[in-house]
């Protein structure tokens, strides 16, 4: 007989074998990995507002990202390298890269998708515009984000959160780390 103070144990035990013998889930479809953003690189935003420069402005935002732990970002310095090396050129006044340099970039840099954007004023309110396109170069969605001129390091991690919280309602599977 199993004394009461073994149940949890034994129910405990009985749970991680089962997942222990889970099967692993297949290979995803391309069309499913189109909108499946496990790694992302966030590229030098466009634009400048108010002493708030698109660079200064997607190194915070791709912190704050780091700092939710929903995604892997891509490392700042490795991005601007590869970028150099393949000769890409975001477009100036939206930041964002064409389907053959995100395939070619995604392939260098491993990531799943890619987080481009500008910086604009609109009257007194600064904007993010902040798009989301997959390894292919498929563009999963855009976000206006009304931002404070600083954009400081706490609202930064306070948006990355909202935009992580966000995603999953607009179709997109996240793998919490």
């Not at 499946?36 to 402005?57: I, M, P, Q, Y």
């Not at 799943?112 to 989301?132: C, H, K, M, P, S």
Request: hydrophobic letters at 45%; glycine letters at 8%; a neutral charge.
């Amino acid at each position: 007989m199993i004394s009461e103070k073994k149940i949890p144990l034994t129910v405990a035990l009985l749970l991680l074998c089962l997942l222990a013998s889970a099967p692993i889930h297949a290979e995803v479809s391309k069309d499913e990995s189109d909108i499946t953003f496990w790694t992302l690189a966030v590229l030098n935003f466009a634009g400048e507002v108010e002493g708030l420069k698109g660079d200064a402005a997607s190194e915070r935002f791709a912190n704050g990202l780091r700092e939710t732990r929903h995604f892997k970002v891509a490392p700042g310095l490795t991005l601007q390298n590869a970028i150099a090396t393949l000769k890409i050129t975001p477009e100036a006044d939206t930041g964002l890269i064409s389907k053959s340099d995100a395939k070619k970039l995604s392939g260098v840099l491993s990531v799943d998708g890619f987080i481009t954007g500008r910086i604009e004023a609109n009257g007194n309110v600064v904007n993010l515009i902040v798009t989301l396109t997959s390894a292919r170069g498929r563009i999963f969605g855009t976000y206006t984000i009304p931002v404070t001129p600083t954009f400081s390091r706490s609202e930064a991690l306070r948006i990355a959160l909202q935009f992580a919280t966000r995603l999953p309602y607009d179709g997109l599977v996240i793998e919490y780390t």
